[in-house]
């Protein structure tokens, strides 16, 4: 019965604003223009999905307990201040039924309970781009599209030397071909969990590399800390965050939300024994 109530509830707030009858100021590019955009300039990136937002809230994250300096910190960057680095969320402010029944269900429910955040903190000067850049398979009903938005995504970096900071267990293009139009990968391997305590350990990391490096950045709510210090400082950066996973859905044609094997490969030896010896040789730094 309580979910029944939710449920009848998110309904009607989508219906209020997908039927014009509240507005929202709230506006967002689509996936396409997003990918364009980071194909065409030189913008830095940081995302923002629903984990984001419920840190925003206060409440802790499976893999990050969310201290009040990450809470404040997000505000002020969800309030996209500079048009040079990019902040995406999700586009669901008006009609979601490009979405699969699953994701319009749970985005409801989302906009349900946080609405009122993205209201707050939002800058309704700014036109954000889509979220779903990074998560352009799974939550989509019309699939069509999906092979054009791949190779698209694919150019972002074509030729360029690039830098991954990821978590240990992320393997970002391990397996499959999705960073192979780098011309070089090199890679910053991180925590998988708490991985703001070591924010600034990271940072000096990736200093020591070349501004005409490109960095990609999986380390959920820390990467939007580094994104925006490094892009402070003269780099550039995108904060991809699941791209990988969702990408592995996209060529296998997963119908749900399926584990990767490769996130549960640890460790030096683990990695050596299930055959990743170019992931482990493009690894120049470890702080775990």
Known sequence: MKQLIKDILAQIDYSLYRFKIKKSKIKVHTVEETIKELIETKKCMVRFGDGEIIAIAGKNLKLQEVKPEISEGLKRILGYENEDLIVTIPEIFGDMTLYRKESR??????????????????????????????????????????????????????????????????????????????RTIERIIGPSSNAFDRLEDILDCCRTYSKEKLFLLSLGITAKFIAE????????????????????????REEGKAMLAKHEVIGWEANEKAGYKEYLMQIKHQIL
């Not at 979220?131 to 360029?160: L, P």
Request: aromatic content about 20%; overall charge neutral; proline content about 1%.
């Open 105 to 182: 269900q749970f985005w409801k429910e989302h906009l349900l309970f946080y609405r009122r955040i993205y209201n707050r903190y939002c800058n309704p000067e700014r036109i954000y781009y889509s979220t779903s850049f990074s998560r352009f398979y799974y939550a989509f009903e019309d699939k069509g599209i999906c092979d054009k938005w791949a190779e698209q995504i694919r150019q972002i970096w074509k030729g360029r030397d690039v830098i991954v900071v990821e978590g240990e267990r992320t393997h970002n293009g391990v397996g499959n071909n999705l960073l192979d139009t780098a």
């Open 229 to 252: 210090r490094l892009f402070q400082e003269g780099y550039r950066v995108l904060d991809i965050g699941n791209l990988d996973m969702e990408y592995e859905w996209y060529l296998h």
